[in-house]
C-alpha cells in the first residue's frame, strides 16, 4: 500500500436544466475528496445524493459545471488514464446481441490486448464472476445479476489499477452480493484500488478502507471508516433477568432505556453509566445475562449525520 | 491525436454486426430484392424494347431507395440506441477517442450499405442476365455512384443524431436527401426570368443556401445515362466520389465536434 494518491475530486459541481424552463437541478454542490492506491474507497449516499453524477464526471461522460477531477495526475477522458481505469456502469446494459466472450473480445481489442492474451484474460475473468456456465448464451439471456457479474468482467477487461463500481451490489441476491464483495477484496490483495458507491450502508461499512459520504450533492464526511463509526456515541446493551420491581426507578435514573421481552429486560445506557447499572443489578441479584458495547451502526450514525451536517465534515 | 485504425475497425465490426441484425435492415433488403426480381414480371407488360429499360430502371431506383432508407433509419438510431439502451456507458469510458466512435460508427454503416449494394446489384445483374442483357461497366459505375450517395446521406444521418432526437433527424435528413436531389433544379430555377423565386422573391435567400451549401445529390444519379446508353467515364465517377468524400469529411468532423462537447446523463 502507498499513499499515493490516484483520484483527486475538488470543488466539484454539477448543475442541469431541466424542461423547458430550464430548471435548476444542483445534483453535484461542491465535492473535495481523494482516493490514494490500494484502498478500498466507499462512495456512500441516499438515492439522488449525486453518486452516479459524480461517478460519470470522474469518467468523463458528462463535463463538471465547476471544479476539477484528477485521475492518475491526468484530466479525466485521456487514453492513458483509461487504460488503467475499469468502469461498471450503474444498472449496466450490454449489446445483447453478442455473447460474453464476444463482447470482452471487442473490449479487449479497444483495449489493445493481443489476441492469444485476450482468449486467455476472457476465460480466466469469466470463471471469476461466476459466469462460466452462461458464456455461450447471448446478454440477452441474462438477468439482472448476470448483467452485474457481466458488467464487473468487462470493467477488469484492461487489467485496471483502478476500478470504479456505480452500485456493484444493487440487483444481486444475498449469495451474489457476497461473491461480489469477496471479489472486491479481492481486487485490493491484488494491489488494486477500488471506488465503489452504495447506498446501503451495511454493504460499506465492513469492506471500505475509507468513505466519502454525501447528500444532495454535498459531503458530509470523507476520511477512514473506522473513525466515522466511533465517534458515534458508544452504547451498551445490558440484558438482564429477575430484576425486582424495586430498583426500577434506581435503573432508570442512569439508563437510556429500559425495555422488557417477557422475564428479560433490555437496557440501553452510554458507556459511562454502565458501570453504575450492572453494580445495581447483581447488588439486587438481578441475574446479569449480558453486557455487549454497541457502536452505532453506519445508518444510524448516517442518518444523525444528515440532520447535522456541518458538525461532521473532516478533511 | 492518437488516432487509431484498429479501434476504428473494432468499433466499425461490432456496428455491423448490430445492424445486420437490424429488422429494417432485413426488411428493406428482402422489400428490395423481391422488387428487383419482380422487374422480370413487369417487363413482360411492356413492349419488347422497353423490357431492358424496365429492368434497369427498377434495379437502380431500388438498390438507391433501399439504400437510402437504409442509411437514414440505420445512421439515426445507432447512436440513438446507443444512448437508450445505455450502452455507451461501458463503450466510451473505455480507452477510445470520442470521435473513434464517431467514425466507427460511420465506417460500420458503410460496410453495412456496401454489402447491401453487393448483394442487390448482385440481384440486379443476374435479372438482367436472364433479359439477355449483357453487363456493361456502367452498371457498375451506376452502383458505385449510388454508394457515393449513400456515403453522404449516411453521414448527415449521424450528424443529426449526434444532437437531435431520431425522429427529427431522420426527417432533416431525409429532407436533406430529397432537397440535395433538386439542387441542380433549384439554381436553374434562381437563374429562371419566371418561377418559384419571381412569384415568391422572399424565398431566394433560402433556395441560395440550399444551393449552396447541400450536397448535390443529382451527380449520383446516372440512370439516364444508363438508360439512353450514354458513356459515362471513371473520371467523372472518382470525380464524384471526391466530392462525396469531401461532404463526409466535414459532416462527420461536424458529428465528432458536437459529440465530444455532450453530456452522457
Ligand atoms: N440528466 C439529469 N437531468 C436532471 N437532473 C438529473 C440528471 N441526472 C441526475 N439528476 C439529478 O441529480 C441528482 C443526483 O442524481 P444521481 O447522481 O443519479 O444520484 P445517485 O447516484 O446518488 O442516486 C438527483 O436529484 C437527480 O434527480
Ligand atoms: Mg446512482
Redesign the interface.
Known amino acids: 500500500m502507498s499513499d499515493q494518491t490516484i483520484l483527486t475530486v475538488a470543488g466539484l459541481k454539477k448543475t442541469f436544466k431541466v424542461g423547458f424552463q430550464r430548471k435548476v437541478v444542483n445534483a453535484v454542490q461542491g465535492l473535495d475528496f481523494s482516493v490514494n492506491a490500494g484502498e478500498i474507497y466507499g462512495f456512500l449516499g441516499p438515492n439522488g445524493a449525486g453518486k452516479t453524477t459524480t461517478i460519470k464526471m470522474v469518467m468523463d461522460l458528462i463535463r463538471p459545471s465547476a471544479g476539477s477531477v484528477k485521475v492518475f495526475g491526468d484530466s479525466p477522458g485521456t487514453l492513458a488514464s483509461r487504460r488503467r481505469i475499469g468502469y461498471l456502469p450503474e444498472h449496466p446494459y450490454f449489446y445483447d446481441y453478442l455473447k460474453p466472450t464476444e463482447l470482452l473480445e471487442f473490449f479487449g481489442r479497444l483495449h489493445g490486448i493481443k489476441k492469444i492474451t485476450r482468449r486467455k484474460r476472457i476465460h480466466e475473468l469469466l470463471e471469476q464472476v461466476g459466469l462460466t456456465h452462461a458464456k455461450d448464451r447471448t446478454l440477452r439471456r441474462y438477468s439482472k445479476g448476470m448483467l452485474q457479474r457481466f458488467g464487473l468482467a468487462q470493467a477488469l477487461i484492461g487489467d485496471p489499477d483502478l476500478v470504479i463500481l456505480d452500485e456493484p451490489l444493487s440487483g444481486l441476491d444475498p449469495i451474489g452480493r457476497k461473491e461480489m464483495k469477496d471479489i472486491v477484496s479481492g481486487l485490493k490483495a491484488e494491489g488494486k484500488t477500488v471506488f465503489f458507491s452504495s447506498h446501503i450502508l451495511a454493504d460499506i461499512e465492513l469492506l471500505c478502507d475509507k468513505i466519502a459520504m454525501i447528500d444532495e450533492g454535498r459531503l458530509l464526511y470523507a476520511g477512514p471508516t473506522r473513525d466515522f463509526v466511533v465517534k458515534g456515541q458508544l452504547e451498551v446493551e445490558i440484558i438482564a433477568s429477575n430484576v425486582p420491581e424495586g430498583i426500577f426507578t434506581a435503573l432508570e435514573a442512569h439508563a437510556d432505556s429500559i425495555n422488557s421481552f417477557g422475564s428479560r429486560q433490555k437496557i440501553l445506557c452510554n458507556r459511562d453509566s454502565a458501570q453504575q447499572l450492572v453494580k445495581l443489578l447483581v447488588e439486587s441479584s438481578a441475574m446479569v445475562e449480558s453486557v455487549v458495547p454497541r457502536s452505532e451502526t453506519l445508518e444510524e450514525v448516517f442518518v444523525r449525520t444528515a440532520q447535522h451536517p456541518q458538525a461532521e465534515v473532516s478533511k | 491525436m492518437?488516432f487509431?485504425i484498429?479501434?476504428v475497425m473494432?468499433?466499425a465490426?461490432?456496428t455491423f454486426?448490430?445492424s445486420i441484425?437490424n429488422r429494417v435492415f432485413i426488411g428493406l433488403m428482402f422489400g428490395a430484392l423481391v422488387m428487383i426480381f419482380a422487374s422480370l414480371i413487369m417487363s413482360e407488360m411492356v413492349v419488347f424494347d422497353q423490357r431492358k429499360r424496365v429492368i434497369q430502371d427498377f434495379g437502380l431506383f431500388f438498390i438507391s431507395f433501399a439504400g437510402v432508407l437504409i442509411a437514414i433509419t440505420i445512421g439515426v438510431l445507432l447512436v440513438y440506441n446507443e444512448l437508450k439502451?445505455?450502452?455507451i456507458?461501458?463503450l466510451?469510458?473505455?480507452?477510445?477517442?470520442r470521435y473513434e466512435f464517431i467514425v466507427g460508427r460511420y465506417v460500420g454503416i458503410f460496410i453495412i450499405l456496401f454489402v447491401m449494394a453487393l448483394i442487390l446489384s448482385g440481384a440486379w445483374f443476374v435479372v438482367m442476365l436472364l433479359r439477355g442483357v449483357p453487363l456493361q461497366p456502367i452498371f457498375i459505375k451506376a452502383v458505385i455512384l449510388i454508394l457515393g450517395e449513400l456515403a453522404i446521406v449516411s453521414a448527415v444521418a449521424i450528424l443529426f443524431s449526434s444532437f437531435s432526437s431520431p425522429v427529427l433527424s431522420g426527417i432533416f435528413t431525409f429532407g436533406i436527401y430529397v432537397l440535395g436531389r433538386q439542387v441542380q433544379f433549384i439554381e436553374e430555377l434562381l437563374h429562371a426570368q419566371k418561377g418559384l423565386f419571381v412569384s415568391l422573391p422572399s424565398l431566394k435567400p433560402i433556395g441560395q443556401a440550399v444551393a449552396s451549401v447541400f450536397p448535390d445529390l443529382s451527380l449520383f444519379d446516372i440512370t439516364m445515362e444508363v438508360l439512353l446508353e450514354v458513356h459515362v467515364g471513371w473520371g467523372y465517377v472518382f470525380g464524384a466520389l471526391a466530392y462525396a468524400l469531401a461532404y463526409v469529411v466535414v459532416f462527420i468532423i461536424a458529428a465528432a465536434v458536437i459529440f465530444q462537447?455532450r453530456?452522457?446523463?
Open positions: 492518437s487509431s484498429n479501434r473494432a468499433i465490426t461490432n454486426k448490430e441484425r439502451r445505455k450502452t456507458y461501458s466510451l469510458p473505455k480507452p477510445i477517442h462537447r453530456d452522457f446523463v
